[in-house]
């Protein structure tokens, strides 16, 4: 396969579940901190909710998605806490288990 076929190719990640998330907990924290954000909690399969203090706003999430899908070889979601007092959130969002 030629270099630029290659990079038509995409990766299929597995979402990230709970046993992993738990397993690379420490990880995650670290990854997180480079972006400012701090309380990581697992949702459900694929989605964390974590507390961005960072000044990038949406641009850490997005960075710390990336990293953690490329370090952890999962695909990840990051919900930030400051959506829980919207009316209609979803129950998984609520009662997220810490890391």
Known sequence: M???QELLRVKRLPLLDQAT??????????IAARYGITNLRFASEGRL????????????????????????????????????GNPGVSPDLLTATPL
């Open 2 to 4: 030629d270099g630029d």
């Open 21 to 30: 998330a738990e397993k690379l907990a420490d990880a995650l924290k670290a």
């Open 49 to 84: 909710v974590g507390h961005v203090t960072g000044t990038g706003g949406l641009m850490d999430t997005v960075d710390f998605q990336i990293d953690a899908a490329a370090e952890l070889d999962a695909k990840l979601f990051l919900i930030s806490d400051r959506v829980l």
